[in-house]
């Protein structure tokens, strides 16, 4: 894993232009739906502005008028007027703050909702190649680092963009000669704010990368599996160590994210300071005494001081938004990510469906992949027939499998339930009549009574036992302490391999699917067990289309059909009696 100070330059060239293809209209997109609710903050932040304007004049009379000619009823009120001006402007404040957190929080509400949803719906493929805990860490740290830039950025700069510009106009209004002297400071100030911009874009993508695979680490390193492998091979203290590096790498990027510039943001501090101190040096001088009465001078500098304020907050933001560019980009690169699992434009309803299925002339090739997993298979699976498909490791019965749950989308022929492609299926429809039990069973670290109404939310508890016993799985519940509200634990470590099999045959059944797909689905059973469960899906089998995936041949021999793939195609077709007879692939491995 390469130090920050190691990142390749290609690296680096690949951050920036990566940031410079974000688009700040796509982000100010993000506000579009709360116009109105801007337009109030806007509104609040323009009066707040010149509401506050009228304190340095009040100060000027109060200087020039009101105490060198004794005057209490207008020195009272001034500072009357002084003190309401205050408590006006912190009510704006207090207000234009309200308006805008909630804007921020529901964009990035928002924000995150459409991400996660996003994800969710790419293809498997993106999790094969995507580590997990790189997709958590966009979704949360990557989010949560612009949260400061989306919740008050926009009224940060209408805030201090309008203070700006009403504190210059009435410091021409004071004086124009002192306001030129002003505005020599801000070409310098703009130039050297975009030069740190850019420093901390760079150094923002490189710490999002390490936290990124900081996540990483924890999430291999201490889920069930990960500790249970780092235990078993010995490799916690290298783990150990890995994080530690991981994390010190961390330490020192956000130690110069946070320094990043610094030192040039101190400086334009220093000449913000240092131009009201001239100022008064030069109205103190013999050839310019009495120049400006005193009130000007202190009504102007405090004006001056109300320039460089929001001026130096406007050039701050500006680098704060240039370096979340590098986050926005990380983020818009997975919303940009082509889904290839499409809902139809025009759906079609099956309102009753038979489960009639039929595969035409089905091709697929996983990416990156130059030999199809499927070639040209064509099946025709009748409503409440079984169909087994058997043939070696990676001869593509899971992915045949795979395709039917419409996982992926065949690149060529098309799969059919009662005449109907796939495609024109709602994604909810189709996960409704194609039920799914495969040889991974992932159940959530939740209640048995949570994992199994994780299928179907509104399931009765006679349905809940009636799935339960159907896949021989009940007595084992019922024998928990805690029967049907035991926590099963992470990915259901607290069963065994077959008990959890089984509790996912049971949830798959729940949903009563008219099509079932059992991709070694009783891999992990014993041979009473999987005797048991076999029984029971003999029995819920009638009238219900099966496809069964099995290495195992004693499970399919009473298949109406049974097809044997090989290297993506069909080879053979026919009842078991059939193939044996043969003397082809199948009886091979019979016989093997």
Do not use: C
Request: glycine share 6%; no cysteine.
């Amino acid at each position: 894993m390469p130090r920050p100070s190691d990142v390749s330059p290609e690296q680096r060239r690949l951050d920036r232009e990566q940031a410079k293809q974000v688009s700040l209209r796509r982000i100010a997109r993000l506000f579009a739906p709360y116009r109105l609710s801007l337009a109030v903050v806007v509104a609040v932040i323009v009066a707040s502005s010149i509401v506050g304007l009228a304190q340095p004049f009040l100060l000027r009379e109060v200087i020039d008028v009101a105490l060198p000619q004794r005057d209490v009823t207008l020195l009272v009120w001034l500072v009357v007027g002084m003190v309401v001006v205050a408590a006006v402007t912190a009510a704006f404040g207090v207000v234009q703050t309200w308006i805008s957190t909630k804007i921020g929080q529901r964009v990035m509400h928002t924000l995150r909702t459409d991400v996660f949803s996003h994800v969710q719906r790419l293809s498997l493929g993106f999790f094969t190649r995507t580590r997990t805990g790189e997709v958590q860490s966009r979704i949360t740290n990557d989010i949560g680092g612009m949260q400061s830039v989306v919740t008050s950025t926009a009224t940060s700069i209408a805030a201090n963009l309008t203070t700006v510009i009403a504190s210059a106009v009435a410091m021409v209004a004071l004086s124009w000669q002192l306001s030129l002297v002003t505005l020599l400071v801000l070409p310098p100030a703009v130039l050297l704010s975009r030069r740190v911009a850019r420093l901390r874009r760079t150094i923002t993508a490189q710490r999002q990368r390490e936290l990124a695979d900081l996540n990483v680490t924890i999430e291999e390193g201490l889920s069930i599996d990960g500790v249970r492998l780092s235990r078993t091979l010995g490799t916690g203290d290298a783990l150990v160590a890995r994080f530690t590096d991981s994390s010190l790498r961390l330490t020192d990027l956000e130690l110069r994210s946070q320094l990043a510039g610094r030192w040039v943001m101190a400086t334009m501090s220093i000449v913000f300071a240092a131009i009201p101190a001239l100022i008064y040096l030069g109205a103190g001088l013999p050839w310019t005494a009495g120049a400006l009465s005193i009130g000007t001078l202190v009504a102007f500098t405090s004006l001056q001081a109300g320039v460089f304020r929001p001026l130096s907050s406007l050039l701050d933001v500006g680098v704060s938004v240039s370096a979340s560019l590098a986050l926005f980009a990380r983020i818009f690169e997975y919303q940009d990510t082509r889904i290839e699992v499409e809902e139809p434009e025009h759906p079609v309803d099956l309102d009753d469906p038979r489960g009639h299925l039929r595969l035409e002339g089905v091709t697929f090739t996983y990416p990156g992949n130059d030999r199809p997993a499927l070639d040209d298979v064509s099946l025709d699976v009748p409503a409440g027939s079984t169909l087994a498909l058997v043939g070696e490791t990676g001869s593509g019965k899971s992915t045949l499998g795979a395709l039917v749950a419409r996982l992926h989308d065949p690149d060529a022929g098309r799969i059919t339930i009662d005449g109907v492609d796939l495609r024109d299926l709602r994604l909810d429809d189709l996960a409704a009549i194609v039920g799914v039990v495969s040889q991974e069973t992932y159940l959530l670290h939740a209640t048995v009574m949570d994992n199994l109404r994780y299928a179907k939310p509104d399931a009765t508890d006679e349905e809940i036992l009636a799935a339960t016993r159907a896949a021989q799985v009940h007595h084992v519940i019922e024998a928990l302490s805690e029967g049907y509200d035991t926590v099963v634990g992470p990915r259901g470590h607290r069963f065994s391999g077959g008990e959890r099999q089984r509790l996912a045959i049971a949830r798959t059944l729940l949903r009563n699917p008219r099509v079932l797909v059992l991709d070694e689905a009783t891999s992990a059973l014993d041979t009473a067990t999987e005797r048991a469960v076999q029984e029971a899906f003999d029995a819920l089998a009638v009238g219900r289309t099966t496809l069964t995936i099995a290495h195992r041949l004693s499970t399919v021999r009473d298949a109406d059909r049974i097809a044997v793939l090989d290297h993506g195609r069909v080879i053979e077709s026919g009842t078991h009696t059939d193939l044996v007879s043969e003397h082809g692939r199948y009886a091979e491995l019979t016989a093997a």
